[in-house]
């Protein structure tokens, strides 16, 4: 990678255009005196000192004497980490304060759509993260498709989900799929219960329902999300849920477990 990257990289670590700029040009030299810098690193020599002293107080640079001569060198570029968790530890504390004054749209409806399974993944982790203890998490499935898109994500997901105080339910709409089978015979283990929709029914969307948010998955391309925040219409699909499910008998399963 070369040196424009590279400094564009200590940029978006956090470091001022300077500040890379003679980072940089440290990591590359070695112990130097400071004129030296100034000179490769192209900052002027009224500026290199005041940059300089910036560095030391982020403990990325360090002083040595050689005789008579202050040498400055550069710590190891394993100390950059230290300022990214030192930013991310300054912003957690102030999280809070800034959900306090997130304004959501200003209505009581609200719909945000997400295109690409990056951003969809990211959905279905915010559903897990706000979902509250004793809640309901209510999901209208196809396995097979969701199962094609990403497995390794989704058996991360059933793993997480399974570990949480929550309670699980879910129409499989695809129940003769192996990895349907597989959730609706060991549902314990998975902290969940389940039942297969009827034979006649194949979704190309995958709903998630919980007291939050509706989440609805479009799993054929393009790929995308729909996520609806509206406490009458999460109130509505919630009973309508409720109505499939209760019209549906219970499902014997064989666990071992």
Not at 48 to 73: A, H, N
Request: charged share 30%; aromatic share 8%; glycine share 6%.
């Amino acid at each position: 990678m070369g040196k424009n990257n590279l400094v564009e990289i200590l940029k978006e670590i956090g470091l001022s255009e300077h500040e890379s700029a003679v980072y940089f040009t440290m990591v590359s030299l070695g112990p130097s005196p400071i004129l030296k810098i100034a000179r490769a690193s192209g900052v002027k020599r009224t500026t290199i000192y005041s940059v300089i002293d910036s560095l030391k107080e982020k403990g990325l640079v360090r002083v040595e004497l050689k005789g008579f001569k202050s040498l400055f060198v550069a710590e190891s570029p394993e100390k950059l980490e230290n300022i990214l968790e030192t930013r991310k530890n300054h912003f957690k504390k102030h999280l809070n304060d800034f959900l306090a004054i997130y304004n959501k749209g200003g209505g009581e409806t609200l719909i945000k759509i997400y295109e690409g399974w990056e951003a969809t993944r990211e959905v279905y982790n915010g559903l897990l993260r706000d979902v509250q203890s004793g809640e309901d998490y209510l999901v209208i499935a196809g396995m097979k498709k969701a199962y094609e898109l990403d497995k390794e994500f989704y058996d991360d997901l059933r793993d997480r989900r399974a570990k949480l105080p929550i309670k699980v339910r879910m129409l499989l709409s695809d129940p003769e799929n192996e990895e349907s089978k597989i959730l609706i015979q060991f549902q314990k283990n998975f902290n969940v219960q389940a039942k297969p929709l009827p034979d006649d029914k194949r979704f190309s969307t995958n709903m998630v329902i919980t007291p939050q948010r509706i989440l609805i998955h479009q799993l054929v391309a393009p790929i995308m999300a729909i996520v609806i925040e509206n406490k009458n219409v999460i109130k509505t699909h919630q009973e309508l849920f409720e109505l499939i499910w209760n019209s549906i008998p219970e499902t014997s399963t064989d666990n071992p477990n």
